[in-house]
């Protein structure tokens, strides 16, 4: 694999199923965050595009609606068949553009297939139903419901640079396999993955029209597809505060956010310290904590707290740090930016007498992982979401305390919990506010088939890909009336 970039790319746009430059005769460049150059320039889509790939969306999908779910399945799987033929070239891509390791970016791919494949499979065993009038009481006999599930029209897919692969898929072959069209918009970092992405889908020969992938400034083209009155559905994973303004500005329209997180790692006082401190490690580090499921804050019983403390830190020490290329579970952050905001939180909790475990050093946006111990309430770190290799630990006296901790947060997406005693673990997991809880293990999102969903400010809707399916679709009822 080579690291350096020798020649620039322009990618095209792909509109209404044709490859196109954008008439605006403008691109984006895309830097690599730990190139630290350009390694690709996008197109700066117009809303006279974006009205056009609608338009063709709308057209296409009233045919694909009509398609058997079987003969929507055979594009999707030729699309997983052409992502793993292509895994490794994407892969470098996904390593080039969002710094995600090589290993971890290959696998991204490689489980997309299989989401994708899943999906497919998924939709054919959903199964309508039939009612019978008279099993309401004094209903009449003569009546016959047939439930079944239609397409919305057309879907707004809009997805994040941290698994520009994965989470675009997880929208668009949901969204395909109901039946509906789908305008697809990529994280700007991530613009050039999901253009890899979707050559492999095109390759697949999908219906010409049925799907544009729209790259462009959100300032153009953001608020503009969202308040589309051509968009039907809008799946979006990003920032909270990106959700709180897309649900401010869909109006009547089915909405499914994924927004971020301040997941929580309750451990009590029984915990098996090495399984926590393994989870904990593989929740907050991994690509660098840019996950919305990371573990970001620790809320341990202070009477095994310095010992975890200590196995944190030797476990910190033993991190690779540097370069995605080789492998690195500390990379660079996706941009400059980012990296100030994670070291001003840093700065935050140090200056209000937090003690620094490990860490705080720098090189332009590659933070070396750090570790806060005796964090507290007053401190920025608590509350925010770094997306970046900072761990906060907040001592707790109860599990009450800790419990009382967590839901303080504005987010509520995920919370692990580590304990040895199972009911303890089920009395915690019932109070705590979140979408998902982890019994000795740490927070992710998957497997691809389990209900994913946040709830306060981590996220609207849920996720999964059977959710995802009935999230992008409607029920429709007929109803027979018998002589």
Same mark, same amino acid.
């Given at each position: ?72 399945? !055979? ?71 047939? %439930? ?41 970092? #991530? ?10 889908? @095109? ?10 992938? !729209?790259? #462009? ?19 979006? !994973? ?7 303004? =897309? ?74 740090? #540097?370069?995605?290329? +080789? ?48 964090? !507290? ?13 900072? =761990? ?29 005693? %199972? @009911? ?8 705590? +506010? ?29 996720? #999964? ?13 007929? %109803?027979?009336?018998?002589?």
């Amino acid at each position: 694999m080579a690291s350096n970039v020798s020649e620039l790319i322009t990618y095209n746009a792909y509109l209404a199923g044709e490859w196109k430059e954008s008439s605006s005769g403008e691109t984006i460049a895309i830097k690599s965050p730990w190139l630290r150059q350009t390694i690709g320039n996008v197109q700066a889509v117009t809303r006279e595009e974006v009205d056009a790939a609608i338009e063709s969306a709308h057209a296409a999908q009233k045919e694909w609606a009509q398609k058997s779910l079987s003969e929507r399945g !055979t594009y999707l799987e030729r699309w997983a068949d052409e992502l793993e033929k292509n895994a490794e070239e994407i892969a470098r891509t996904v390593m080039q553009e969002v710094g995600k390791g090589y290993k971890d970016a290959k696998k991204e791919v490689v489980r997309t297939a299989d989401l994708i494949r899943y999906t497919v499979q998924e939709a054919l065993h959903m199964h309508g139903e039939s009612l019978r009038g008279d099993g309401f009481p004094g209903g009449p006999q003569n009546k016959i419901g047939i %439930v079944e599930r239609v397409p919305l029209g057309v879907v707004l897919a809009i997805s994040p640079f941290n698994y520009p692969v994965n989470l675009a898929a997880s929208k668009i072959a949901p969204a395909l396999m109901a039946g509906n069209g789908v305008i697809f918009k990529p994280a700007t970092q #991530g613009s050039v993955s999901g253009i890899k992405m979707i050559e492999a889908l @095109d390759k697949a020969g999908l219906p010409k029209g049925l799907l544009s992938l !729209t790259t #462009g400034r959100g300032s153009v083209i953001g608020d503009y597809l969202v308040e589309h009155k051509g968009i039907d559905m809008i799946s979006f !994973t990003g920032g909270s505060n990106t959700g709180h303004h =897309l649900s401010q500005q869909s109006v009547m329209i089915p909405l499914v956010l994924e927004l971020g997180g301040k997941d929580p790692a309750i451990v009590c006082e029984d915990a098996d310290l090495d399984v926590a401190v393994k989870s904990i490690m593989n929740g907050a580090f991994s690509y660098s904590g840019q996950r919305c499921t990371a573990i970001k804050r620790v809320l341990v019983n202070e009477k095994v707290a310095d010992r975890l403390v200590k196995k944190l830190k030797d476990a910190i020490e033993k991190l690779s740090v #540097g370069s995605p290329e +080789e492998d690195s579970t500390v990379v660079p952050l996706i941009d400059d930016k980012s990296a100030d905001f994670v070291q001003s939180l840093i700065d935050d909790a140090l200056a209000k007498n937090a003690d620094l475990v490990i860490g705080n050093k720098r090189k332009d946006n590659l933070l070396y992982p750090t570790l806060l111990d005796h964090v !507290t309430e007053d401190m920025d770190v608590a509350w925010i979401e770094p997306f970046g290799p900072v =761990l906060p630990v907040i001592r707790v006296q109860s599990d009450e305390e800790a419990v009382e901790i967590a839901n303080k947060s504005e987010f509520g997406l995920q919370a692990s919990i580590f304990t040895q005693d %199972v @009911d303890r673990a089920f009395a915690i997991a019932k109070k705590v +506010e979140a979408g998902t809880v982890q019994v000795n293990g740490r927070t992710e999102r998957g497997p691809d088939h389990f209900p994913f969903l946040g709830v306060k400010s981590s996220g609207m809707g849920v996720q #999964g890909i059977h959710h995802s399916l009935i999230s992008m679709s409607r029920v429709k009822v007929t %109803v027979l009336n018998l002589k």
